[in-house]
T-cell receptor
């Protein structure tokens, strides 16, 4: 069974550019989570979806960040315009059933560098 | 609101020695508790979870954790460290029924000395 797939694995771009991160959750999982990891702030939950519907986006730092889940097998996290402080590793995770009870399965992350 | 505190951002142990990573939780109701491990350049993987059954939980790779309500702790242990255990470990908490999400601690990086 394939795990959570994220693309790209690495992204380097200049500030002001639009960045799109992609995630394919595990088939059959109905929860999808986006996290950001930095040395300073650790692992932060940005937004999560249940059955493709955004449930809690209180962790999204600013209006420059947006996330969509058009169907059960695909989600995007977009940053427009990007800034150097957005540099981090972004993880997508999915789970079957209530995320608080069931383990979350993480992708290998996208390492984003904004110059 | 629930939270977890991991004591020590870095822990070093010798190969073959006991591993002890500390986690204390705060929750107004009996929580679910988790330990995840992150190897370099990878995402987090579940090591073990406590969901109100046995208080001593066994996980993968020889790790185990004990839920102690009186101490609000969920420390992670392994009797004998291997070099391959070098990684970052995260304690996490959620509230049954109420929460869809898991709250992660800041993480503890485990270094194994030869």
């Amino acid at each position: 069974d394939a795990g959570v797939i994220q693309s790209p694995r690495h992204e380097v771009t200049e500030m002001g550019q639009e960045v799109t991160l992609r995630c394919k959750p595990i088939s059959g999982h109905d929860y999808l989570f986006w996290y950001r990891q930095t040395m300073m702030r650790g692992l932060e939950l940005l937004i999560y979806f249940n059955n493709n519907v955004p449930i809690d986006d209180s962790g999204m730092p600013e209006d420059r960040f947006s996330a969509k889940m058009p169907n059960a097998s695909f989600s995007t996290l977009k940053i427009q315009p990007s800034e150097p402080r957005d540099s981090a590793v972004y993880f997508c995770a999915s789970s079957r059933g209530t995320g608080g009870n069931q383990p979350q399965h993480f992708g290998d992350g996208t390492r984003l560098s904004i110059l | 609101a629930q939270s977890v505190t991991q004591l020590g951002s870095h822990v070093s142990v010798s190969e073959g020695a006991l591993v002890l990573l500390r986690c204390n939780y705060s929750s107004s109701v009996p929580p679910y508790l988790f330990w995840y491990v992150q190897y370099p350049n990878q995402g987090l993987q579940l090591l073990l979870k406590y969901t109100s059954a046995a208080t001593l939980v066994k996980g993968i790779n020889g790790f185990e954790a004990e839920f102690k309500k009186s101490e609000t702790s969920f420390h992670l242990t392994k009797p004998s460290a291997h070099m391959s255990d070098a990684a970052e470990y995260f304690c996490a908490v959620s509230v049954p029924v109420r929460d869809d999400k898991i709250i992660f601690g800041k993480g503890t990086r485990l270094h194994i000395l030869p």
